[in-house]
């Protein structure tokens, strides 16, 4: 049937169709000063669990999307635990280091790096950091080499 059998059909019923609100995302435009990157780069820890990464990416599971948060190591590249969810909220970030706190036997002087994502900015995700005694430090604003190493396990993922 075409758009205008429809419209005419429409009008007839009087029935109207009604258009989504445009919606307006904020961006944020200043970078998180209190929480520097002092990674910079520097992929190459001496030792394992001196450096985690954190990041969180979408994928396609059981007909529908999904998310998947990760703690990487940086000393052997690899995922140390995850955490799925149907939503990307702090719950899913949480999980997922309480999930590595506990495999790894609660290291010390730890440093976990992640992008400027709103779910590693919360206060519940802050908090647990501090808990557990790790130092939070992030990516520059819209830079995605500052968290290469994570980024290139998600590329792998979805790749092979």
């Known amino acids: ?21 445009a ?10 000063f209190e929480l520097p990157n002092k990674l910079s780069r520097n992929f190459n820890p001496t030792i394992p669990n001196q450096v985690w990464t954190g990041d969180i990416t979408y994928i396609w599971a ?18 140390v635990s995850y955490s799925v969810s149907d939503k990307a909220d702090s719950q899913l970030v949480i999980s997922a280091l309480d999930m590595a706190w506990s495999l790894r036997g609660k290291p010390k002087a730890l440093m976990f790096h992640s992008d400027q994502g709103c ?9 647990r950091l ?3 005694g790790i130092i939070q430090r992030v990516s520059h604003r819209g830079n995605c080499w500052d968290n290469a190493p994570t980024e290139r396990l998600f590329r792998s993922l979805k790749s092979e």
Not at 23 to 32: C, G, L, P, S, V
Not at 62 to 79: C, E, F, P, Q, S
């Open 1 to 21: 049937m075409g758009r205008y059998k429809v419209r005419k059909l429409m009008k007839e019923a009087k029935l109207y169709s009604k258009q989504p609100k």
């Open 23 to 32: 919606r307006h995302f904020n961006r944020a435009t200043e970078e998180q």
């Open 62 to 79: 059981g007909g529908r999307w999904g998310y998947l948060a990760i703690v990487a190591d940086l000393y052997a590249r690899r995922v």
């Open 119 to 127: 779910q590693y900015l919360l206060v519940a995700f802050r908090h």
């Open 130 to 132: 501090s808990r557990y």
